[in-house]
């Protein structure tokens, strides 16, 4: 079964650096989603991106997050400078078209030191 | 906003039991998942129901769209079913965005 895959699994970086998630979505999905998810709560809505642009964000996706899709299969969500409440579980989702699911990758374990 | 609810917030089975998670929403959907969350973080898609009835070996989900609830039935349950079940509703006309909620963690014990 076609999967979404991110990389890195976990990652731990000092409060003020930048950070970049990174996403494979399954190849022919056209709609693409970050959501996060802090410890013990549950998951929220980042920003959905689709015909290369943002399509809906959160009020949690402000200046210091952005998305891109440099290419015809990744999806980066990137992070200018953490802070330590950006420490979270960060999931990315693709789905073929609005009549079927989402499916989530592994997601990327964040931890802001 | 898409108000969901889930209930219970807990609950602890004996290995073999059988249980219903229910999810109420606010307001009409046309997208609806269930997702198990395991130990490790991964969320795992287990239906994908605005609608109707599925069944997928031990586990089945049924929504019923226009009272605004779905429910996910676990039989006979299995240690390995442990984790946090969650809920998530969209509505594509309102930019398609998923509302999780709080989940229903599940822990079935030997």
């Known amino acids: 079964e076609p999967e979404v895959t991110q990389t890195p699994s976990h990652q731990v970086t000092q409060m003020g650096q930048e950070v970049i998630l990174r996403c494979v979505p399954i190849?022919?999905?056209?709609?693409f989603y970050w959501y996060r998810q802090i410890l013990g709560q549950k998951v929220e809505f980042l920003v959905s991106f689709y015909n290369n642009e943002i399509s809906e964000k959160s009020e949690i996706f402000d200046d210091q997050f952005s998305v891109e899709r440099p290419d015809g299969s990744n999806f980066t969500l990137k992070i200018r400078s953490t802070k330590l409440e950006d420490s979270a579980m960060y999931f990315c989702?693709?789905?073929?078209?609005?009549?079927?699911?989402?499916?989530f990758g592994s997601g990327t374990r964040l931890t802001v030191v | 906003g898409i108000q969901v609810e889930q209930s219970p917030p807990d609950l602890i089975l004996q290995e073999g039991a059988n249980s219903t998670l229910r999810c109420n929403f606010s307001?009409?959907?046309?997208?609806l998942q269930w997702f198990h969350q395991n130990p490790w973080g991964q969320l795992i898609n287990l239906f994908y129901?605005?609608?109707g009835t599925k069944q997928n070996g031990r586990l089945s989900a049924t929504t019923v769209a226009t009272e605004r609830y779905s429910l996910l039935y676990i039989s006979s349950s299995q240690t390995t079913d442990s984790g946090v079940y969650f809920c998530a509703v969209g509505d594509y006309n309102q930019g398609g965005k998923l509302i999780f909620g709080q989940g229903t963690e599940l822990s079935v014990k030997p």
């Open positions: 190849s022919n999905h056209l709609y």
């Open positions: 129901i605005p609608s």
């Open positions: 307001d009409s959907v046309n997208n």
């Open positions: 989702a693709s789905s073929l078209d609005r009549d079927h699911g989402y499916t």
